[in-house]
Nanobody, 120 residues
Framework: QVQLVESGGVLVQSGGSLRLSCAAS????????MGWYRQAPGKQRELVAT???????NYADSVKGRFTISRDNAKNTVYLQMNSLKPEDTAVYYC??????????????WGQGTQVTVSS
């Protein structure tokens, strides 16, 4: 069974930096797309950044130039480096992976979420 486990969410001051990690466990053959999404209180979940297996990265306009998505293929892990954090970045951050695994074919998986709070 595939599981995504996130880490790195904390309370940080405005202007600070933070790195989130998300590791996938299980017997995984291929990861097609890795991504980060976030959901602030009272708002819908929104895309933050995605990264394809072909190294194509896509960012929300609100985080361009501040956030960087990267991955470690050997560890089936995706990272989100967040710099110049703003209070409006406060949200629960979720990782997502579109992958193929043993016994499950190709499916999309979500992590449990990690809270990022940026104080002003």
């Amino acid at each position: 069974q595939v599981q995504l486990v996130e880490s790195g969410g904390v309370l940080v001051q405005s202007g600070g930096s933070l790195r989130l990690s998300c590791a996938a466990s299980g017997i995984i053959f291929s990861i097609y797309v890795m991504g980060w999404y976030r959901q602030a209180p009272g708002k819908q979940r929104e895309l933050v950044a995605t990264l394809t297996s072909g190294d194509s990265a896509n960012y929300a306009d609100s985080v361009k130039g501040r956030f960087t998505i990267s991955r470690d293929n050997a560890k089936n892990t995706v990272y989100l480096q967040m710099n110049s954090l703003k209070p409006e970045d406060t949200a629960v951050y979720y990782c997502n992976m579109d992958l193929r695994s043993l016994g499950n074919g190709r499916k999309s998986y979500w992590g449990q979420g990690t809270q990022v709070t940026v104080s002003s």
